[in-house]
């Protein structure tokens, strides 16, 4: 993260083309190569415990997003004004308002999902990374860059928490979203579902992906 | 709510295990878990800090409902978390350096570690009293620093063994917490 910093030039110095370059960067650098689940590993408590199904994983995932994009939007906002020792308390607080509407929001939208969810959505206040990107980038850039990229991480949050909610409800329950795949007789690997199998998916993800990184380094182009 | 304070400790540190069962406080048992020894200092940091807060978010709910505003409880748990890390932090490095030093960075970071928070909210929800509290943050604190030493324990034999390049690292360690966590649900039959 210290590298993305470092390199963002005072938006100033850029010419147009190139800082619509750097806005499409600040928005794609979280989805895919910078993931925060998959390639930083960050977040990794709600991205275990709620995606048994892929319901609870899109809503987890929205929530999260919501969260942090707004927050990243008022820390860019307050960033000059916001003395440099109290920092850290002041985005927590910022965070921890747009949690708790986001809480009372679920609430109100769905009560089955909320209670699914449970207190997992109170506890995206300590999701690092919302409070990784408050830091690293938010307090840093500009409005527009800062809600990019934090648009960016929440999808790239989010598509996590989709591939894991998909292996294990498709594989644990045989359905996807509610609906069976494969008929009546299927008998789902309860494993998948609790705790343990939570584990394994994400291990088999970080495996895959290890797998594809260094399937490529020995064969470039 | 009449559990008895045993059957809580029992289950908040056996049955409902807050890392391998609920996955809260993922972040240090994936990253503090490498030797044993600062997974136990670390797991004891924890386990004070979740006490100080099970007391003062006991303190803080009865105020918040004397005062009809419960929305604003979870701003408040984290300034309390935040700034009892802090006042440890200040102790700890006032009348022990040495284990400040041992500490390191890992002692702030429990500011942000989901076990602390949650042990506030849970406690919240299930209407504990003050006894009560008090046996849930003693066994939640308990399982982690169980669960913390079993990992640490398994990752330090790892080192020596042959792992295969693309499942070092973290998907090694994911698996293994898998196998811990099945193993852990053996207890699951002991509650209720």
């Known amino acids: 993260m210290a590298n993305d910093t470092a390199t963002a030039t005072p938006d100033i110095a850029i010419a147009a083309t190139s800082a619509r370059d750097e806005n499409l960067e600040a928005l794609t650098r979280g989805i895919w190569r910078e993931n925060p689940v998959f390639v930083m590993l960050l977040g990794n408590c709600p991205t275990l415990a709620v995606t048994n199904s892929v319901i609870n994983s899109l809503a987890m995932g929205l929530a999260t997003t919501f969260v942090l994009v707004m927050s990243c939007m008022i820390v860019a906002m307050i960033r000059d004004f916001v003395p440099k020792e109290v920092r850290i308390a002041c985005y927590i607080l910022v965070i921890a308002t747009f949690v708790t509407i986001v809480d009372y929001l679920l609430q109100a939208i769905s009560f089955d999902v909320h209670r699914a969810l449970g207190a997992f959505i109170s506890l995206i206040v300590v999701n690092c990374i919302i409070l990784g990107r408050a830091e690293a980038f938010a307090s840093k850039n500009s409005v527009l860059k800062s809600s990019l990229d934090a648009l960016g991480f929440g999808i790239g949050f989010t598509l996590a928490c989709l591939f894991m909610g998909v292996v294990r409800e498709v594989i644990g329950a045989g359905s996807f979203a509610g609906i069976p795949l494969f008929g009546p007789d299927f008998a789902g690997w309860s494993i998948m579902i609790l705790p343990g199998g939570a584990f394994f998916v994400l291990g088999s993800w970080l495996l895959l992906f290890n797998w594809l990184a260094a399937r490529r380094k020995r064969r470039p182009a | ?192």
Do not use: H, W
């Open chain 2, 1 to 192: 709510m009449n559990t008895p304070s045993l059957m809580i400790f029992i289950d908040a540190c056996l049955i409902n295990n807050f890392v391998l069962a609920l996955f809260l406080g993922l972040c240090p048992f994936l990253g503090v878990s490498t030797r044993t020894e600062t997974a136990f200092n670390m797991g004891l940091a924890v386990t004070f800090v979740m006490l100080l807060t099970s007391v003062s978010a006991y303190l803080i709910n009865l105020l918040l409902n004397a005062i009809g505003a419960p929305y604003l409880s979870l701003i408040c748990y984290i300034v309390v978390i935040a700034s009892s890390v802090q006042f440890v932090e200040m102790v700890i490095k006032k009348y022990s350096p040495a284990l400040f030093r041992a500490l390191g960075i890992y002692l702030p970071l429990i500011t942000t570690n989901c076990a602390i928070t949650a042990l506030a909210l849970f406690q919240t929800s299930r209407g504990y009293d003050f006894i009560q509290c008090l046996a849930f943050a003693l066994g939640s604190g308990a399982g982690f620093i169980l669960a913390l030493m079993l990992m640490s324990g398994i990752r330090e034999r790892l080192e020596l063994s042959d792992v295969n390049p693309i499942l070092q690292g973290t998907a090694i360690a994911l698996m293994i917490s898998g196998v811990l966590s099945m193993a852990f649900m053996g207890f699951a039959g002991m509650g209720r």
